[in-house]
């Protein structure tokens, strides 16, 4: 089983910025589709960015585009995002989520949870106004 960790949350000013990272413990997400997702409190999760297999095929949704950028180190075999000119709507948990995809060069945020087998625990992001 794929074990996911994020980091890099915590708690900033709005305007400010943070980057969040995804590993895998003793494995290089390379093949991987990688995800992020965020869920505020009482609210749904909701699917921010994904990077695909390609480092160009990337999604965002309309709340982050613009703002947020996701990328991927295959040297280190990890995952980042990017958070710029957050805002206070962007506090939430954010969760790093993965799909073995080796041939797949594309994603879309509007493939939702169902589509990632693995999850990480979650990092906590809070932006004060």
């Known amino acids: 089983q794929l074990q996911l960790v994020e980091s890099g949350g915590g708690l900033v000013q709005a305007g400010g910025s943070l980057r969040l990272s995804c590993a895998a413990a003793?494995?290089?997400?390379?093949?991987?589709?990688v995800g992020w997702f965020r869920q505020a409190p009482g609210k749904e999760r909701e699917a921010v960015s994904c990077?695909?297999?390609?480092?160009?095929?990337?999604d965002y949704s309309d709340s982050v585009k613009g703002r947020f950028t996701i990328a991927r180190d295959n040297a280190k075999g990890e995952v980042y995002l990017q958070m710029d000119n957050l805002k206070p709507a962007d506090t939430a948990v954010y969760y790093c989520a993965a799909q073995w995809a080796p041939f797949v060069r594309t994603c879309a945020v509007t493939n939702g949870a169902a589509h990632y087998d693995h999850w990480g625990q979650g990092t906590t992001v809070t932006v004060s106004s």
């Open positions: 003793g494995i290089r997400l390379n093949g991987y589709t």
């Open positions: 990077i695909s297999l390609s480092i160009s095929g990337t």
